[in-house]
């Protein structure tokens, strides 16, 4: 099991009771292994990583990766590491990013880990206000675009359709990726909850209705400290309207 981070939305209490006894090894940032531990998962299950830190399982390799966001439960704020994951096996290699905002450092990732066949990057729960600790969809496209070195890949949206975390309507990430997607020419899937897909055939369709929202002109949400070639990345569809 890869654990991003000990937020409520990424580590559920009554979910980690409930597969304690179920899940043979733990892998999870600095400092969240005394959560699973006062839950009931036992010590040694549980692998703490560090930023660049891997482990093997299966003959695949688990790489922590650097990531923009922070963490915390209840009044305790970041004492306890976020992450994404790098997992790379012989035949195939794919990055989950975890929650976070835009980053130079993806750029690292791709090259010691990278091209990737799939990327899962997290899309939704973003706004203006906090784009220092969330991608949103057209960052999302240029985190996609940093890991790969260019456009090659699939990209997966996550994080956008369950929970509701932001001001936005749950269809306007989708949405917002596949024109941010289409303006920088990134193949990106969009599978149905519970479906599965391959770099190969994947859904790419809109099967979510159609609702209002706004556009990446209308609502931007750029992170902060980028360099120019990081901003230059970042797809702005309909930005001359």
Do not use: C, K, N
Not at 44 to 60: F, K
Not at 103 to 132: K, M, N
Not at 148 to 162: A, E, F, I, K, S
């Amino acid at each position: 099991m890869l654990i991003s981070h000990d937020h409520y939305d990424h580590l559920d209490m009554p979910t980690v009771r409930a597969l304690a006894d179920r899940v043979p090894r733990w892998l999870v940032p600095l400092g969240v292994g005394a959560h699973l531990e006062a839950w009931g998962v036992a010590p040694e299950t549980i692998t703490e990583v560090d930023w660049w830190d891997e482990a093997e399982v299966a003959g695949v390799t688990l790489v922590s990766t650097p990531a923009r966001h922070f963490s915390g439960r209840s009044l305790a704020r970041d004492r306890t590491l976020w992450t994404g994951w790098g997992i790379v096996g012989d035949s195939a290699r794919v990055w989950y990013s975890g929650d976070t905002a835009l980053t130079p450092a993806f750029a690292e990732i791709g090259q010691r880990l990278g091209p990737f066949d799939l990327t899962l990057i997290e899309s939704g729960a973003y706004d203006a206000a906090w784009a220092d600790l969330h991608l949103g969809p057209e960052q999302a496209v240029a985190a996609h675009r940093l890991v790969q070195g260019g456009t090659g890949g699939l990209m997966v949206p996550v994080h956008w359709g369950l929970f509701d975390l932001a001001l936005h309507g749950w269809t306007e990430p989708a949405d917002r990726v596949r024109a941010a997607a289409a303006a920088a020419g990134v193949a990106v899937a969009f599978p149905r909850p519970g479906e599965s897909l391959s770099p190969e055939a994947y859904p790419a369709e809109p099967w979510w209705p159609s609702l209002p929202a706004e556009t990446a002109a209308q609502a931007p949400a750029v992170s902060s400290g980028l360099p120019d070639s990081v901003l230059a990345l970042i797809p702005r569809p309909g930005a001359s309207e």
